[in-house]
Structures are given as C-alpha cells and as structure tokens.
T-cell receptor, first 113, second 108 residues
Framework: DVKVTQSSRYLVKRTGEKVFLECVQD?????MFWYRQDPGLGLRLIYF???????EKGDIPEGYSVSREKKERFSLILESASTNQTSMYLC????????????FGPGTRLTVT | GQSLEQPSEVTAVEGAIVQINCTYQ??????LSWYQQHDGGAPTFLSY????GLEETGRFSSFLSRSDSYGYLLLQELQMKDSASYFC?????????FGQGTELSVKP
C-alpha cells in the first residue's frame, strides 16, 4: 500500500527558529511536493522535486528551502520561522512527473508563536 | 496562468445527489482531477478526466466539458461519511494547481 509519512502531526515553534519538516515515501516515486494549506486558499505549492538533488520553486517559495538527498526523503526547511508561516503543511509524491494523481501524507500542523 | 473556481460550501441530505462544480480559466488545459479531504486528513485522489464526458466510479462520477471550461463531481446516494472538502485540480506547467475547495456537509 502506498504510504507517505511526515515526521510530526503537530509542531509548535518560536519566531526565528529554524524548522525542519520531514517527508518520507515508500513507493520509489521520483516526484515529491510540499504544499501549505490555509482556510479559503486551498493547497498552494511551495517547492517540488523531480529527482534527487533537484528542486524547483512552486508558487510561494519565499521563506522556505528544501533538501532532497535521497529519493525517498524530501525535507522542507523554514530558515527563520515567522507567525505567518503558521499553517498545515502537506507532503505529496507521484509516480510520473505529469501525473494528476498525487499521494499525500497526513500533514503537519505548524504553529509559530 | 490558470485558476479554478468552486463554491465554498454545499449542504445536502443523506441519500440525496449533490453536484460540486468547478470552472477554470487556462492558458493550456490537459485535464481535471478531483480530491477528497476529510477534516484533519490527507487529500486523496478521486478521479481524473482528460476528455469530455462522464467518468463513473461507484457512487462518484466526474464530468468534464472542455468547450465550457467546466467540470463537476457528482456524488450519489450521499452518506454521512461523504462530509468532507472536495478539490478540483489541473496542471499548470510541471505542477498541479488546486481550487479553493468545496466543503460538503451531509445532514441526516
């Protein structure tokens, strides 16, 4: 069964802290994505990666960076957390680059105080 | 660019049929997909329409009309467990973009 896991379900951090959100998929997918979800705004793409060591900016990359050292792992980094980064963060993966079917993790609800 | 419009919320009763609409504006169009997300859960893929017409998967069907830039998700024989948010999505370059989501409430 396809599985995407995220390191934490809930996280509370202070303003200015460096935050790491980890995502692991066990499906040997090459394509991985990070989204944030906010009420009334749907899912917005932060960064994505089509291969190890590769990354592409999504629609809202400011304040974030990513790391993809291994195929199964895609990390989202908040260099200096701010209160406007309080959100639900969702990781996803897909088999093909142009696939309409993505597999999502359970999400990490991050609160920055 | 591309944008997708959905109603923010829909309410229906158990056993009924409900239609969730999605209109899109695109600079290139390759298909429309639908996702379901229960409160606190992960979005899960429901369906994909590349061509005009109706795709049926059990109680759920999805329809696409490319000439009208319009699609919908049809849920039949509604059950309480269908209460969730539903998102339409399409491709823009190398990425999926999502509508804002429709929150469906199913009442007894």
């Amino acid at each position: 069964d396809v599985k995407v896991t995220q390191s934490s379900r809930y996280l509370v951090k202070r303003t200015g802290e460096k935050v790491f959100l980890e995502c692991v998929q066990d499906m040997d997918h090459e394509n991985m994505f990070w989204y944030r979800q906010d009420p009334g705004l749907g899912l917005r793409l932060i960064y994505f990666s089509y291969d190890v060591k590769m990354k592409e900016k999504g629609d809202i990359p400011e304040g974030y960076s990513v790391s993809r050292e291994k195929k199964e792992r895609f990390s989202l980094i908040l260099e200096s957390a701010s209160t406007n980064q309080t959100s639900m963060y969702l990781c996803a993966s897909s088999i093909h680059r142009d696939s309409y079917e993505q597999y999502f993790g359970p999400g990490t609800r991050l609160t920055v105080t | 660019g591309q944008s997708l419009e959905q109603p923010s919320e829909v309410t229906a009763v158990e056993g009924a049929i409900v239609q969730i609409n999605c209109t899109y504006q695109t600079s290139g169009f390759y298909g429309l997909s639908w996702y379901q997300q229960h409160d606190g859960g992960a979005p899960t893929f429901l369906s994909y329409n590349a061509l005009d017409g109706l795709e049926e998967t059990g109680r759920f069907s999805s329809f696409l009309s490319r000439s009208d830039s319009y699609g919908y998700l049809l849920l039949q024989e509604l059950q309480m467990k269908d209460s969730a948010s539903y998102f339409c999505a399409t491709r823009q370059g190398g990425k999926l973009i999502f509508g804002q989501g429709t929150e469906l409430s199913v009442k007894p």
